[in-house]
């Protein structure tokens, strides 16, 4: 059955039972490419994806985030769109992704997927349409500017994957913006022209029956439209959240190039649309070195843009010691209290965390355990629940332009992208026939979802457990939060909801630590995984408690 129908929504939206649903959900990403093969070419696809989403339900997560399958010369793999109403033919087609819709929600699964609003590639026809027409009606539907009489570029802004982020054309004989690769040229949303065919493009895909959108860049939508220059940052407030440190991009303020508060009006208008459709939701994500939380709170508060945003407090380099986790956590609660955050770890633009902060097996437990009680939503990237390792991939095989561009100091996105190990006595892990488009880690092998499924004890187990045991506690997805104490190896949480406490105390460290248990009248949670009861004196090298307490 096909859910499309086109002048009513869809049933499921309907039917869809609690509007909030988002709030607190866990969800799971998936990197098509890298997911499952079905066709033998090398490339996962959407009907590899409809084979394994028993493995996603099995898991207990909410939903899923589906990056980019859209038509696209891939320079960008995916993120650089030239149709967004069609099915790139490597993934299969419109047929196969409701079927894909209809198979996840069968399964209670709900489906986002990833809209690249901010640009698309120069493969776009809109793109062609304002490059050659330069009287036509898209003639300002990216961001044109002249030269500098000396003819070089308008400002000094850079682009994230290296260099200036204007490249000249010489049809036109003017710059366009990019703030990416040179084939991904920058949409100009304040064009309400542009800004009403990507709302159609948001319709489009709602009546095909989404549940919601992942949205790429969203704080990259505006650029000042006088074009001034950023201003330069001091050397020691460049950070590297967002670009790696070998690039110039962090030494800017990126005050005119992004971030810009002609996008609230935008949001607002996106979320109206949204909110024709009952249980639609959103999540933005905001990628700024400096301000992340401060444009989270901006864009989630007042219940009139977007539902959640992501940044990148816990997907960089900086070590999440207990003091950091706390000051990321107070300090949301300070600017954005009726906020929403989707916090994650990982995902395929970052090196995996159990590699980006070194963890042990039990240290990935207990950071999972922690990520499951911040007040928010919770992604996982794909091969998280495995405790997957960044893999290492030679310069011959890389496929990512920014690692190579940056190699050696940047080796790119590609450790992070490789395939899923489905099964272990197969070279391609289970993943494909064909030669994967990245190689199997080898080491990824022997923690295959085959192999952990057999192992009780495992890290598969382990965050089967962990979600199922989040899913008992409304407290956990959906409480406030208070940060009870906290040092570099320890933290203590309380989530509380309506007339329940839960204490979630963990300890960092290899060490053992004495337990200290805020006041309260505390039940230990005997279904919480490796949970220490309430009843002793210390907390285990990288063990948690949680507990239970009237509100
Ligand atoms: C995506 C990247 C992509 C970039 C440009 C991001 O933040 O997650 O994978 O390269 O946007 O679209």
């Known amino acids: 059955m096909n859910v499309l129908m086109t002048d009513q929504q869809p049933?499921?939206?309907v039917l869809a039972a609690d509007p909030d649903w988002w709030r607190g959900a866990v969800i799971y990403q998936i990197y098509p490419r890298s997911f499952q093969d079905s066709n033998n070419d090398g490339i996962g696809d959407l009907s590899g994806i409809i084979h394994r989403l028993g493995h996603i339900a099995d898991l207990g997560v909410d939903a899923i985030w589906i990056s980019p399958f859209f038509k696209s010369p891939m320079k960008d793999f995916g993120y650089d769109v030239s149709d967004y109403r069609d099915v790139d033919p490597m993934f299969g087609s419109l047929g196969d992704f409701d079927a894909l819709i209809e198979r996840a929600h069968e399964l209670g699964i709900k489906v986002l997927i990833d809209l690249v609003l901010s640009h698309t590639s120069d493969e776009h026809p809109w793109f062609k349409d304002s490059r050659d027409n330069h009287d036509g009606a898209r003639r300002d539907w990216y961001v044109w500017a002249d030269a500098k009489p000396d003819g070089t570029p308008p400002n000094n802004w850079l682009s994230i994957f290296g260099g200036s982020a204007w490249e000249w054309d010489g049809g036109r004989m003017q710059y366009?913006?990019?703030n990416f690769l040179t084939s991904q040229p920058d949409l100009n949303l304040h064009s309400p022209d542009v800004q009403d065919a990507l709302l159609d493009v948001v319709r489009f895909w709602l009546n095909r029956g989404v549940d919601g959108f992942r949205l790429d860049t969203i704080n990259f939508y505006f650029h000042d439209d006088k074009l001034r220059d950023n201003p330069a940052l001091p050397p020691e407030d460049r950070n590297d959240t967002i670009a790696?440190?070998?690039?110039?991009?962090?030494?800017?303020?990126?005050?005119?190039?992004?971030?810009?508060?002609?996008?609230?009006?935008?949001?607002?208008r996106f979320r109206a649309v949204l909110d024709e459709f009952p249980a639609a939701t959103s999540v933005g994500e905001v990628g700024d070195a400096q301000r992340g939380l401060e444009i989270q709170a901006e864009y989630t508060s007042g219940g009139d843009k977007v539902h959640m945003c992501y940044d990148f407090a816990f997907l960089s380099n900086a070590y999440p010691t207990g003091t950091r986790v706390a000051n990321v956590l107070e300090k949301f609660e300070r600017v954005a209290s009726d906020g929403w955050a989707c916090w994650a770890y990982s995902n395929h633009d970052v090196v995996r965390h159990t590699s980006r902060w070194n963890l042990s097996d039990p240290a990935q437990r207990a950071y999972a355990a922690l990520l499951m009680a911040m007040?928010?939503?919770?992604c996982l990237y794909?091969?998280?629940e495995l405790g997957l390792t960044e893999a290492y991939v030679?310069?011959?095989?890389?496929q990512d332009p920014y690692g190579i561009r940056f190699w050696p100091k940047f080796k790119g996105r590609d450790g992070c992208r490789t395939p899923i190990?489905?099964?272990q006595d197969n070279r391609n892990g289970g993943f494909s026939g064909g030669k994967p488009w990245l190689p199997m880690a080898m080491e990824h092998?022997?923690?295959?979802?085959a192999k952990q499924e057999q192992e009780p004890e495992g890290m598969l187990a382990f965050y089967r457990a962990m979600i199922a045991f989040r899913a008992t506690q409304p407290a956990l997805s959906k409480g406030t939060l208070q940060v009870a104490a906290h040092d570099d190896n320890s933290i203590t949480l309380i989530r509380t909801h309506d007339d329940t406490r839960v204490l979630c105390a963990l300890n960092l460290s290899d060490d053992a630590i004495p337990l200290m248990i805020p006041e309260g009248d505390w039940t230990t949670c005997t279904d919480a995984p490796f949970s220490a009861d309430t009843t002793d004196t210390h907390l285990a090298p990288w063990q948690a408690l949680f507990a239970t307490a009237p509100a």
């Open 176 to 178: 366009y913006l990019h």
């Open 382 to 384: 794909q091969g998280e």
């Open 394 to 398: 030679p310069f011959e095989e890389l």
């Open 421 to 423: 190990p489905w099964v």
């Open 445 to 449: 092998l022997e923690k295959a979802v």
């Open 11 to 13: 049933q499921h939206a």
């Open 375 to 378: 007040r928010g939503s919770v």
């Open 244 to 268: 790696p440190s070998v690039n110039p991009y962090n030494w800017q303020d990126h005050l005119h190039d992004k971030n810009r508060p002609e996008n609230l009006a935008f949001l607002k």
